[in-house]
């Protein structure tokens, strides 16, 4: 228990100096937040269990830093780690917070309260010695107000957060610690929108007209009923569309809801492609003036999922191109920063796809609003587990508190996201075999139907059939089930598969009154740059990871050609193949896009991360990122593979994916070595040659004529480093990052694939190196120092600014190799 009597006395020793004032807007600030950043000087303390205990006094020392904040990935990877293997090896802990603010005089009138988009996990809250609250669930957002503890002019507020994630293991992969989202002040009239109070819908469009519909909230703290005037109007851009006005008279202390409409014309549609955006301002006035002003992002589109042809689009039939996300970062930890998702983003959209699957908890704010703006196709998921647990202290430990209040604030959140399609109520639910099941996820579909009725609903499921069926016979751990018990329930408005690929085919007979979706996919398996040489190594591909990498490959690598899966997934060719064929089947989520910290897979020492991505857990595209590419987008692609750097004679397989073209060409040192097709639903063709140094050379062709041409050459020693940013211009913010890829380069300026190299950073100006990080799953070095050992000639660092304009110089050095610098300029 927080000893206040303590931390009372410590008055104004810690912590800094904030004047909070609220953004009321009307007239030409209608687009301005009524919410501030609360994000800076906080001071935080990590409990010794043995020496603090459970308590914080006169004597704790702290240290000043900003949230989002991730404790854990500060720490050391630790082979007993209570997290396990499964938690990336890095250890959870106690954790406190502290702020001190001054709230200015004028908001004495106000309603003030603080919000949190997450904390992991266990957060208690104090506010000048009073308890606010607990919040078990780490990935849902929360809000206290504290108007009623507040000191306000020049006295001096303290906030105290106490996060408790000591109790270990509590999650599958990497949970991280801490404030790791963003948190905010809000200040508002008495009489205001609530939070998350608007509502908005579109339940009719056409080309040429929409309507849309408004339901907001109100919230009056007034001590007297009120009459008020609600407008609503819809912008698009700074370009006013139409807007509704409806008088009110409201209760004290009473919460109102009511309903606008108004009818957009020829209205401009939200896809993957262009998704266009709206925003509607809700603005409150008393005696005309207006008091309070909330804003809506939203998109108008229709769609539907189709029993034959799959998912449909404001008319359009679009296959769901997805990945599945986890929330980590790579080596920022999970401390959200709106730049790195916005970059992982970048890097799928550039793959082709076009989905988002949300695993397995509510995202943090600031993904769903980039891919409202950036067009993906978001499954938005609320639990990994429900009653029964999966690890010790997860949360199913909660679930009977707790479910009910964090999948409305789930909901009640996110409902106005256009890029939302899919509410996912679960992923591989253990009680999904027997009816204990079936009652949850009946409880579950009809809060989530009370709360919104226009988008889809489905579970994960593992799988949804029987894996014996028309004749497909394979070792599954829930063989044995005859049917699953929520799939047969008919509660699901979608099935969804997690994995059974080969059942694809035969979902319209299984399932001939609800439609598809393959919820995650694949379970792949590469080491960025690493190659077995040739596929005759082993008597059949592909392989499951179990059968032969368990302790066979050295370091823990896998291959990075596609040729290696878990014992429950396919090959990402295959699965694709499938979902490729049928237009019933309306898409997929990979497993997943890029890597992420913990569940390696098997859980072996000494792997930290996965294996799974398409894109390592670095940001870099692994061989098979090319194959989507030619797949899944309108580029015209040609990416030939491995590296050519091998033995004398040595027989190597070398892949080509490509498309637009009929046939292509190997040349090795300028001599063919044959043509080749893809035949029948091939996706990428093959040549195994011996090796020699030189050039490997291929040419694609469409009718005779050449498409595109590629090349790899066989690199020399390591020579030098090369240095590239993917923004050499940032926010001086505080916040904002740029990313720099370090190439291990020859002397004629090839990348050295084989290269190893620990190369040491540093940074001149007013910003900070805050991530390096190679892709490495064995890697145990620190992702937040200054040195870093390349994989396969890469490495990355990443440069955060600072408040100030100016410039970032970036050096690396690694012994033996020429130096390098960039420049990155802040302003």
């Known amino acids: 228990m927080l000893q206040l009597t303590l931390y009372k006395k410590l008055g104004l020793l810690f912590g800094c100096f904030l004047v909070l004032t609220a953004c009321h807007t009307s007239g030409d600030q209608k687009f301005k937040d009524r919410k501030v950043s609360f994000n800076s000087d906080w001071s935080f303390h990590l409990n010794d269990s043995i020496l603090d205990k459970d308590t914080i006094g006169t004597a704790t020392k702290w240290r000043t830093l900003n949230v989002p904040h991730d404790w854990s990935i500060e720490g050391k990877f630790d082979e007993k780690s209570p997290a396990g293997y499964g938690g990336g090896a890095l250890n959870g802990g106690l954790g406190w917070y502290k702020k001190i603010f001054k709230v200015a005089a004028e908001d004495s009138s106000k309603v003030t309260s603080v919000t949190f988009d997450g904390v992991y996990k266990n957060s208690e809250v104090w506010i000048n010695g009073h308890y606010l609250g607990k919040r078990p669930n780490g990935y849902i957002g929360f809000q206290y107000e504290i108007s009623p503890y507040l000191k306000y002019g020049d006295q001096n507020n303290e906030i105290i957060v106490k996060v408790d994630n000591s109790k270990q293991p509590n999650s599958r992969w990497y949970s991280g610690s801490g404030i790791f989202r963003n948190v905010w002040i809000e200040t508002t009239d008495k009489l205001h929108v609530g939070q998350w109070g608007t509502y908005i819908t579109t339940p009719k469009v056409t080309a040429e007209k929409a309507s849309v519909q408004v339901e907001t909230t109100i919230q009056n703290q007034y001590s007297g009923s009120?009459?008020?005037?609600?407008?609503?109007?819809?912008?698009?851009?700074?370009?006013?569309?139409?807007?509704?006005?409806?008088?009110?008279?409201?209760?004290?202390?009473?919460?109102?809801?009511?309903?606008?409409e108004v009818q957009v014309e020829t209205p401009i549609l939200w896809s993957v492609e262009k998704p266009e955006l709206y925003t509607a301002v809700t603005e409150i006035s008393l005696d005309d003036t207006v008091i309070d002003a909330y804003k809506t992002s939203f998109g108008i589109r229709d769609f539907k999922f189709d029993l034959d042809k799959g998912f449909i689009l404001n008319g359009k039939q679009v296959k769901i191109k997805g990945v599945c996300l986890h929330h980590d970062l790579g080596p920022l930890g999970s401390a959200i920063n709106t730049r790195a998702i916005e970059r992982q983003l970048e890097i799928m959209k550039e793959m082709g796809v076009n989905g988002i699957r949300t695993t397995h908890n509510p995202p943090a704010p600031e993904l769903l609003d980039l891919c409202d703006k950036m067009g993906f196709i978001v499954m938005d998921e609320a639990f990994d587990m429900w009653k029964q647990t999966k690890t010790k202290y997860d949360y199913g430990n909660d679930w009977d508190k707790w479910h009910k209040k964090d999948l409305i604030d789930q909901l009640l959140r996110d409902r106005n996201h256009p890029s939302i399609f899919i509410w996912s109520i679960g992923n591989e639910i253990p009680e999904q075999w027997n009816e204990n099941g079936v009652t949850i996820a009946k409880e579950l579909a009809a809060i989530t139907r009370e709360y919104d009725k226009t988008r889809p609903l489905t579970a994960a499921m593992n799988p949804p059939v029987n894996m014996n069926i028309e004749g497909v016979n394979l070792q599954f751990e829930k063989a044995e089930v005859q049917y699953n018990a929520i799939a047969a329930s008919g509660v699901l408005d979608l099935i969804g598969y997690n994995y059974a690929h080969q059942t694809y085919e035969y979902h319209?007979?299984?399932?001939?009154?609800?439609?598809?979706?393959?919820?995650?996919?694949?379970?792949?398996?590469?080491?960025?740059?690493?190659?077995?040489?040739?596929?005759?190594?082993?008597?059949?591909?592909?392989?499951?990871?179990?059968?032969?990498?368990?302790?066979?490959?050295?370091?823990?690598?896998?291959?990075?050609?596609?040729?290696?899966?878990?014992?429950?997934?396919?090959?990402?060719?295959?699965?694709?193949?499938?979902?490729?064929?049928?237009?019933?089947?309306?898409?997929?989520?990979i497993w997943t896009g890029f890597d992420y910290i913990g569940e390696p897979t098997p859980y072996e020492w000494p792997s930290i991360s996965s294996y799974f991505g398409v894109v390592d857990l670095a940001g870099f595209p692994k061989d098979v990122y090319y194959m989507y590419q030619s797949e899944w987008t309108n580029k015209t692609v040609l990416h030939i593979l491995p590296h050519w750097n091998w033995k004398a004679g040595q027989n190597v397989d070398v892949w080509a994916y490509y498309n637009k073209a009929d046939e292509v060409e190997l040349f090795l040192n300028g001599k063919s070595v044959g043509i080749r097709s893809k035949k029948g639903d091939d996706l990428h063709v093959m040549w195994r040659i011996p090796f020699q140094p030189g050039t490997l050379k291929a040419v694609s062709r469409k009718n005779g004529k050449i498409v595109l041409e590629t090349e790899v050459k066989t690199a020399g020693n390591p020579a030098g480093l090369k240095l590239t940013a993917d923004r050499s211009t940032i926010n001086a913010d505080g916040n904002d990052l740029s990313f720099v890829t370090v190439d291990i380069l020859d002397e004629k300026g090839v990348l050295a694939p084989n290269a190893n190299n620990e190369i040491n950073f540093s940074l001149k100006g007013n910003g900070k190196i805050v991530g390096v990080c190679s892709g490495d799953p064995v890697s145990h070095e620190s992702y937040k120092g200054t040195k870093h050992t390349a994989l396969n000639g890469k490495c990355l660092v990443v440069i955060q600014s600072g408040n100030e304009t100016g410039r970032l110089e970036l050096t690396a050095k690694a012994n033996g190799l020429k130096p390098s610098t960039t420049v990155i300029t802040a302003e």
Request: proline residues 4%; aromatic residues 12%; charged residues 20%.
């Open 226 to 260: 009120k009459k008020a005037t609600v407008t609503t109007t819809i912008f698009k851009e700074d370009t006013q569309v139409t807007s509704v006005t409806q008088n009110i008279t409201i209760g004290k202390n009473a919460n109102q809801t009511i309903k606008q």
């Open 508 to 589: 319209q007979k299984n399932f001939p009154n609800t439609p598809f979706i393959a919820t995650e996919t694949t379970s792949a398996l590469e080491t960025r740059g690493y190659y077995d040489a040739v596929s005759d190594t082993l008597k059949k591909w592909p392989v499951r990871w179990d059968l032969k990498f368990r302790g066979g490959n050295p370091g823990n690598t896998v291959s990075a050609y596609d040729q290696v899966q878990a014992p429950w997934g396919s090959t990402h060719e295959a699965t694709w193949k499938v979902i490729k064929k049928y237009d019933f089947l309306s898409g997929m989520y």
